[in-house]
């Protein structure tokens, strides 16, 4: 029970993940999404004007599996240049072999 990181498994033949995110607040128009690896502290990927789903506090996306391996990972989810108004979605890789 609790904060159970979620593990993200993916198989060899996977290019994307399809990532669905369930923000705080929908204020911003658009959101930056930056992949951070826990262990190096580098960032894999990110993609910015993405936008929430029509009417809800998602976020619907894909991202690419390039430059992920086994470890932990850290979805930044930030809106525009605010910094304050980060959120961040931890989750485990599970690279299948």
Same mark, same amino acid.
């Given at each position: ?10 198989q ?6 399809k990532?669905d995110?369930?923000l705080p607040? $929908?204020s911003?128009?658009s959101?930056?999404?930056?992949? #951070?690896?826990?262990?190096? *502290?580098?960032?894999?990927w &990110? @993609?910015?004007?993405?936008?929430p ?6 976020l619907?996306?894909?991202?690419? $599996? ?6 932990p990972?850290t #979805?930044?989810?930030?809106? *525009?240049s605010?910094?304050? &108004? @980060?959120v ?10």
């Open positions: 029970g609790g904060n159970a990181v979620p593990t993200v498994t993916i060899p033949s996977t290019r994307f993940l990532v995110l369930v607040k $929908t911003a128009a959101f930056r999404v930056r992949l #951070l690896d826990e262990k190096t *502290g580098s960032e894999v &990110s @993609q910015s004007g993405l936008k789903v029509a009417g809800e506090p998602r619907l996306f894909e991202m690419p $599996t390039q430059g992920i391996k086994s470890g990972y #979805l930044v989810v930030g809106s *525009g605010n910094k304050g &108004s @980060q961040k979605y931890p989750f485990d890789a599970n690279l299948v072999q």
